[in-house]
């Protein structure tokens, strides 16, 4: 079985991820990390090689990181403990220090008893699989085991937020004066910088789920739980609500009517401002095969292609690099924008949406009607094969209901790619149709 998924190593911490896997890990990353073109010729000039190492606020984060650190030393490479902080920041560190690599340690919406280990190559970017598939291979075989002066130290990089901070007030052209938002943290990596960000910005600022214990991440908090967001929007009368997920890559909003803003509006509105200055390269927007059907009607309207990926911020960024596109992303709130980072990043595009706010002088509401959100229903069919999503009696149906639909919704077939299950999405103009085409198409793929 692959050690890797969709984004990094996952699991358990203290059932399948131990602190053994996780120096052996670090280990194999320093070996095959550090034999690229610029890492050999710095072992050649006697020097070190150097990773930045942070973290979420999980209590199991405390033992892997220091586990992940000690594995990178023993190899030799130089650690910067950047403690905790969200994940598009230690990508962005990884890159503005000129280190080798990165790792960060997070199973972002995930809860408190899991953990993960995301490794990131020079510049901060994801890992493409075949250096995943690398590292794996290189877990049983001999480490590299300096003696002396040649082992690695592990300093802490006591200005790493300050860095952050600093590159993501750059990214604004304006201030947020008069915009009062509403910030959730989940309790997560976000908690420290996001609030402080918002307010060097100019913002007006109510926290919540900011307090991590090491054990409250995300519970009944952040992106994944929206309702203690809109109740405080509402209470304090603000212009928004941004909600974060627990390593901060995600970012859902609120308007100021109690309104769930999902990331595929988030993407409308920030596409359509971004062609009109000149910013959205190609005037193109890449979003996945899950993104609404609003979504792609409303960039047609605003002479704006979409590219369209599978499922996964990774294909999202992997189709941005190929065709150098400024704006992707998902619309569980995963948004790239690629000027300013190399992955999604929560408190970024925040920012850039309440600057949106002051820039056209509307609320949140008002911006978000650019797109109108079709009904959308998923249903997961599960005990059944991946086949079953191309068997003929189950495409026959599809395209009975796809006629049915006609220009006014559509329907996608995905198996899982990791447990028996068929999903069944299907949009349309209205919630009964969704429903009443989904649930007659989950019992066709039930057999």
């Known amino acids: 079985m692959a050690l890797f998924g969709t984004d990094g190593v996952r699991g358990l911490a203290n059932g399948p991820l131990t602190a053994d896997l996780a120096l052996t890990l670090a280990q194999a990353t320093a070996v095959v990390l550090g034999q690229g073109r610029i890492a050999n010729a710095r072992k050649a000039a ?26 990178l030393a023993s190899s030799g490479v130089d650690v910067l403990d950047a403690g905790v902080l969200p994940t598009p920041a230690a990508a962005f560190l990884v890159g503005d220090v000129d280190a080798d690599f990165g790792v960060m340690i ?60 600093v590159h993501l007030l750059g990214s604004l052209d304006q201030s947020l004066r008069g915009v009062h938002v509403v910030l959730d943290c989940a309790h997560g990596a ?31 908090v952040g992106s994944t739980h929206l309702d203690h967001l809109v109740g405080e929007v509402i209470r304090t009368g603000a212009d928004l609500g941004i909600a974060h997920d627990g390593d901060a890559d995600r970012c859902l909003a609120v308007d100021a009517d109690g309104r769930i803003i999902d990331g595929d509006q988030i993407m409308a509105i920030l596409a359509v401002s971004m062609k009109e200055r000149g910013l959205l390269r190609e005037d193109t927007l890449v979003a996945t095969v899950m993104s609404n059907l609003g979504l792609h009607r409303a960039m047609e309207a605003h002479g ?27 619309q569980s709130g995963h948004v790239i924008m690629s000027d300013y980072a190399t992955t999604g990043d929560g408190v970024l595009t925040g920012l850039h949406l309440a600057a949106e706010i002051v820039r056209r002088r509307k609320p949140l509401s008002e911006l978000a009607k650019v797109m109108t959100v079709f009904p959308q229903v998923l249903l997961n069919v599960k005990g059944v094969e991946r086949s079953r999503a191309t068997d003929p009696d189950v495409l026959n149906a599809v395209a009975a209901a796809e006629a049915d639909l006609g220009d006014e919704g559509r329907v996608l077939l995905r198996p899982s790619g990791t447990e028996p299950l068929v999903r069944v999405m299907v949009e349309a103009a209205s919630e009964e149709d969704a429903q009443r085409i989904a649930d007659q198409l989950a019992e066709v793929v039930r057999g």
């Open 46 to 71: 006697g020097k070190r090689l150097t990773a930045v190492v942070a973290r979420d606020p999980r209590v199991s984060g405390e033992f892997l990181s220091a586990a992940v650190s000690a594995g």
């Open 106 to 165: 997070s199973a972002s919406h995930n809860p408190a008893p899991d953990n993960g280990i995301k490794i990131f190559a020079r510049g901060g970017v994801k890992l493409p699989d075949e250096v995943e598939k690398r590292i794996e291979e290189a877990l049983d075989a001999p480490k590299l085991l300096p003696t002396g002066g040649g082992v690695g130290r592990i300093r802490r990089f006591a200005d790493a937020e300050d860095r952050y901070v």
């Open 190 to 220: 976000a908690s420290g910088v996001s609030p402080e960000t918002f307010r060097d910005a100019g913002a007006k600022v109510t926290v919540i789920g900011a307090d991590p214990d090491g054990v409250n991440i995300n519970e009944g």
């Open 304 to 330: 704006i292609h979409v590219e369209t990926t599978a499922v996964g911020d990774r294909y999202v960024l992997e189709r941005m690099a190929n065709g150098r596109y400024s704006l992707g992303g998902e």
